[in-house]
């Protein structure tokens, strides 16, 4: 996945939400290929194309605790 970043300040940079107003807390816009996000890039003068990996949901963070429990179990740490 892929996501815009552009400058906001000389040395703050902020994803691309795709809203005229935004925070910093607002969730990036996401693109599945690279070309779609080169084309929202161009809309910004600073804009740069990003890999975005998205966070872990809480299962999946249950999930990881819970391999790494019985990796540990069986010392294949």
Known sequence: M?????Y????EMVYDTGKTAFTANDPPLVFHNKEAAKER??????GIVVPYIRE?????????????????VHRRI
């Not at 892929?2 to 552009?6: C, D, G, K, N, T």
């Open 2 to 6: 892929w996501a815009v970043m552009f």
């Open 8 to 11: 906001i300040e000389d040395s």
């Open 41 to 46: 890039a161009a809309t910004w003068n600073t």
């Open 56 to 72: 872990m949901t809480d299962d999946e963070r249950q999930r990881s605790k819970e391999r790494e429990a019985a990796n540990y």
